[in-house]
């Protein structure tokens, strides 16, 4: 069995669900102080938010490549509906099960596996560093993870040229899509106030909900942009309409929407906030918004970083390699104003399902391609 199916499948056997570590991170920590990287522990938080964090570093000089990973895992949900057990990992035709392997257990086995294989064939960096970031946050509300990580980082001196978070990026095969960005989330909270009264006397109260449905209306309906070379159209979506009222023969006293919207780099928090409140504005009715960001938009610009991990992928897999921002959010989102970074990872096809899997030869090629993405960045950079 390859180094990389056996400390996945160590992995997957720690039950680390957000935000309990159950060793994962103690375990990723003693194989790469075998082979000669520092190891740090970092938790953040108190109590019940303690989140454990690892960063590891071998070499002490520029240029910096740094992993970014997580250990933590979303919850397995009914185990008994799971074919062989969430944390008790099988492999069967060639497929590992487990929860994990794809998101990102077999990510982070991956790249340790890779960066240890690459110091053993090529030595301690004499003038480079490799590091990894792991955090145990990155499932649940990534508040004392990766993002308190990289401010010790940068107060430690351990700031990277570049980054690579191992993300499942590809939707079916891997190869398909390196993540060069992400959209941001802008969440809302809209409210509408009337007066509650009598459905047969309309005229002593003031009902709230047909002026909330013509809000919502025009909120969906409108066209924000229309994307870019990078980046889909910014899209609003309505989550929940909510009115506390449980009789029919009364007209409710307020009513109260939530939306998302998930926003390209043409806009920011402040400039969608503004928007939104200049299109409610135009209906002449009163209303009350409240908005806050989940995450921004980010995006590495097509270059020499980008191009080292898509000339690495392209060495392992067929077919043309495409730059996306899709998707969800993901621990990237915290590099960008340290470094420039990228995600590529494994095949996301069952990722926060039951019987989630990843395909034995997809992590091994994996673990090529991380290796051949350090060795070329040190080779374009001497």
């Known amino acids: 069995m390859s180094d990389v199916i056996e400390l996945t499948q160590e992995l997957i056997r720690c039950a680390s669900v957000t935000p309990k570590d159950e060793g994962a991170q103690t375990l990723l920590a003693e194989r790469l102080s075998a082979a000669g990287f520092e190891c740090y522990h970092l938790p953040f938080g108190e109590g019940k938010e303690l989140i454990e964090n690892l960063f590891a570093r071998i070499g002490t000089n ?28 099988q492999i069967k035709d060639g497929v590992l099960y487990g929860r994990g392997a794809s998101d990102m257990k077999g990510s982070v086995a991956a790249f340790t596996s890779a960066a240890i294989e690459y110091v053993r064939e090529h030595g301690v960096p004499e003038n480079g560093s490799i590091s990894l970031l792991i955090t145990g946050d990155e499932e649940g509300p990534a508040v004392n993870g990766t993002v308190k990580v990289l401010e010790w980082m940068k107060a430690n001196g351990h700031i990277p040229d570049v980054a690579l978070v191992g993300e499942p990026t590809n939707p079916d095969k891997l190869g398909q899509e390196i ?7 802008l969440n809302g909270a809209l409210c509408v106030t009337g007066k509650q009264g009598h459905v047969a006397y309309p005229q002593r109260a003031d009902n709230p909900l047909p002026k909330l449905a013509k809000l919502a209306a025009i909120l969906a309906e409108h066209e924000f942009d229309q994307g870019n070379d990078f980046f889909p159209p910014t899209n609003l979506e309505i989550t929940s309409i909510n009115v506390d ?22 806009w920011n928090s402040e400039t969608l906030d503004a928007k939104l409140r200049e299109i409610l504005d135009r209906t002449g009715l009163h209303y009350d918004l409240q908005t806050d960001e989940s995450s921004k938009s980010f995006l590495t610009q097509p270059g020499p970083w980008t191009e080292t991990v898509k000339g690495a992928v ?20 915290f590099f960008p104003p340290y470094c420039p970074v990228v995600e590529f990872g494994p095949v996301n096809a069952t990722i926060h399902q039951i019987d989630e899997n990843a395909k034995v030869s997809d992590l091994e090629d994996l673990t090529k391609i991380y290796k051949r993405v350090i060795e070329l960045f040190f080779e374009e950079r001497a």
């Open 62 to 89: 520029g240029p910096h490549i740094c992993y970014g990973g997580h250990t933590d895992v979303v919850p397995p949900g009914p185990e008994g509906e799971w074919t062989h057990g969430p944390f008790t990992p």
């Open 179 to 185: 993540k060069i960005g992400r959209r941001g989330s």
């Open 245 to 266: 009222n449980t009789a029919d023969n009364v007209i409710p006293h307020q009513g109260r929407l939530r939306f998302n919207i998930r926003y390209n780099d043409l």
């Open 314 to 333: 392209e060495e392992f897999c067929d077919g043309e390699v495409q730059y996306t921002t899709s998707g969800g959010t993901s621990d990237a989102r």
